[in-house]
């Protein structure tokens, strides 16, 4: 695997064109953030490349003559992206073809220092779709511009973070010298040499694909300034306090060649003061926040000389995030029906959220989509209780933990819809479109509107699951395959009652729940449209006749059948119950509604 990278870039400082120049690449695929760069030395013009405006150039040959002609094309490309990102100001990342494209805007801090853009790779293997490069921050320095004095070297660390992992981080400067840097994710070197004046030191951090990641500090060098030293809290480079407080006191040193007349500081947070004293300085309070507040203090003295020293302090966050399950809702999660669920919730933390992930009592985990609001689009679930655990964790690995007990109904889908079925769901469907929902063959899913005395077929949204409330009561004929799906949905509470509407004629009524329904017509309530009465079903024989008509379907041939009688009496052939996901014809003379007992609550 060999990865071939050109890179692109205005140069610093200057609108010529030089044969010879060193120049900052840098790459992003974020507007203003750099996530790469990288110096390169014995740029190239080639004649060429004169139709690019002056002030944009271009790459380093590759010195290859195999190369040569992948060159060409790629520059060719090459252009089309960069003026791309310059028209729209915008970052992009494509592979095509084993091409990698990235490119944007990056707007260095502190005015024109080097603007970079956008980069080209190859990638000769085509199994690897890792084109994600390292993303490297600083911590020391912690602000992009900075100065320090004494010694001519500086130590610096920061982290490297990828999808992949970092392989190796080194340093780098415009002198061309370079070093590794101690540990990868966390990285860290306490060598980095300096010159007078300005020094760009990039660092750059490979993952296990070969991706560049890379980032910047510029460091203004004085030898001339004082040396200031920070001896409390520490006198090493990051001090992370015990409890998280809200302030700190630092004293330390300051001398040099000439008299120090002032030590000031600043942090990263924002906030700044001078300090007591000079060539031993203290400052009593300095403000903290949750996370690093770089301290940097600065020393002058009486030639205007300036040197500076910094001090991560790092606040600790010790309170853990919240995290909520919002769907299911307590009251749905003992209905499902199905073999998979979508969960849904919300989580919230003092600092930031890490991710959010989730297991089962069943042996399923995963990572949920999003943070502050998360998912799992699909929890798979078995029969029965499903105990869920959703994990909150913060940057901090501080965790916090939801449950819910999903419960999974017992279905018997497969029995009931073989072959030619009259259909019924007991559920509200998570699904509207029937053909998605229930699987019927080919279009075989109609509803009869009693009304207008006429079939609604699929994909007539008439005869659709919508709305999906009113799902539970409604009938369809349907016709299976073996093996039918097992709809997803929330069953109607046993205790709930189900308002079902009937037109003069043969309505085409579902049992709404999941499990047996009695047939008892005294039981069973009628009730005349335009009036506010329920009357027994026994007691409204000029409104709906007192029994059904079901279907059962052939054994040995479930697309044929017969119609079976369903009434309250048991005598021959007869049966004085409506099985679960089937429907029955009920014949009304008058518009009416109707209300079978439910069978959860025997005060009915
Ligand atoms: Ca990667
Ligand atoms: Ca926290």
């Known amino acids: 695997m060999k990865r071939l990278k050109i890179l692109l870039l205005f140069p610093p400082k200057t609108s010529q064109i030089p044969s010879m120049y060193k120049y900052l690449v840098g790459i992003s695929d974020q507007p203003g953030i750099r996530t790469s760069c990288r110096w390169f030395s014995e740029m190239e013009t080639n004649t060429w490349m004169k139709c690019i405006p002056s002030w944009l150039l271009l790459l380093r040959g590759f010195g290859s003559t195999e190369l040569s002609l992948i060159r060409v094309q790629l520059i060719v490309i090459m252009l089309i992206v960069v003026f791309t990102c310059l028209a729209s100001a915008e970052t992009r990342s494509a592979k095509s073809s084993g091409v990698i494209y990235t490119g944007g805007f990056v707007q ?41 004095s004494g010694q001519p070297t500086i130590h610096i660390s920061g982290t490297a973070t990828d999808d992949t992992g970092v392989v190796s981080v080194v340093w780098e400067n415009q002198e061309g010298d370079t070093g590794t840097c101690t540990g990868t994710d966390s990285w860290s070197s306490s060598q980095v040499i300096l010159v007078e004046g300005e020094n760009l030191v990039c660092v750059t951090a490979v993952d296990s694909a070969g991706n560049v990641g890379a980032s910047s500090v510029l460091i203004t060098y004085n030898p001339n300034g004082p040396t200031v030293t920070i001896t409390v809290p520490t006198t090493g480079y990051t001090y992370t306090t015990p409890t998280p407080v809200s302030s700190l006191a630092v004293s330390g040193t300051a001398s040099g060649d000439r008299s120090v007349t002032q030590v000031t500081w600043s942090t990263v947070k924002g906030a700044s003061g001078t300090c007591t004293g000079t060539d031993t300085w203290s400052i009593a309070s300095v403000p903290l926040e949750i996370g690093n507040n770089t301290l940097l203090v600065t020393a002058t003295d009486s030639a205007g000389e300036f040197g500076s020293k910094t001090l991560n302090i790092i606040v600790p966050d010790q309170v853990a ?103 019924a769901l007991p559920m509200v469907p998570d699904i509207a479109d029937a053909k998605e929902a229930v699987g019927f063959i080919a279009n075989s899913w109609a509803s009869y509107d009693t009304d207008l005395g006429i079939y609604h077929t699929y994909p007539d949204v008439a005869c659709w699951l919508q709305p999906k409330e009113n799902t539970p009561g409604r009938g369809f004929w349907g016709a ?40 008892e017509p005294d039981r069973i309530r009628v009730r005349v449209t335009g009036t506010s009465v329920w009357a027994s079903m026994s007691s409204s024989s000029d409104s709906v006749r007192d029994y059904a008509i079901g279907w059962q379907q052939d054994a040995s041939n ?47």
């Open 108 to 148: 260095v801090p502190g005015q024109a220092k080097s603007k970079m853009i956008a980069t080209l790779s190859t990638d000769t293997d085509p199994v690897d779709d890792d084109i994600t490069p390292p993303v490297v921050t600083f911590d020391l320095p912690a602000v992009w511009e900075t100065t320090c």
């Open 321 to 423: 995030p919240s995290v909520t399950i919002v769907s299911p809702t307590l009251a749905k999660a003992p209905l499902r029906i199905g073999a998979s669920v979508p969960v849904s919730g919300t989580a919230s933390d003092n600092t930031s959220l890490k991710q959010i992930t989730w297991a089962t009592d069943k042996g399923y985990n995963g990572t949920c989509t999003g943070t502050s609001n998360w998912s799992i689009s699909q929890l798979p679930l078995e029969i029965g209780d499903n105990h869920l655990t959703v994990t909150a964790t913060d940057d901090w690995d501080n965790v916090n933990t939801a449950q819910l007990t999903i419960t999974r109904q017992q279905t018997t889908v497969a029995s009931a819809w073989l072959g030619l079925t009259i259909a």
């Open 480 to 519: 299976f395959a073996t093996g039918t799906p097992d709809p997803l949905g929330y069953a109607t509470p046993l205790d709930s009652q189900v308002t079902i509407h009937l037109y003069p004629g043969w309505n085409i009524v579902g049992n709404p729940y999941n499990t047996n329904l009695n047939w």
């Open 558 to 604: 479930p697309l044929t059948g017969a119609y079976y009688p369903i009434a309250a009496d048991t005598s021959d052939g007869v049966l004085n119950y409506m099985a679960p996901w089937r429907a029955v014809w009920i014949k009304a003379f008058e518009e009416c509604d109707l209300m079978f007992p439910p069978p959860g609550d025997p005060q009915f």
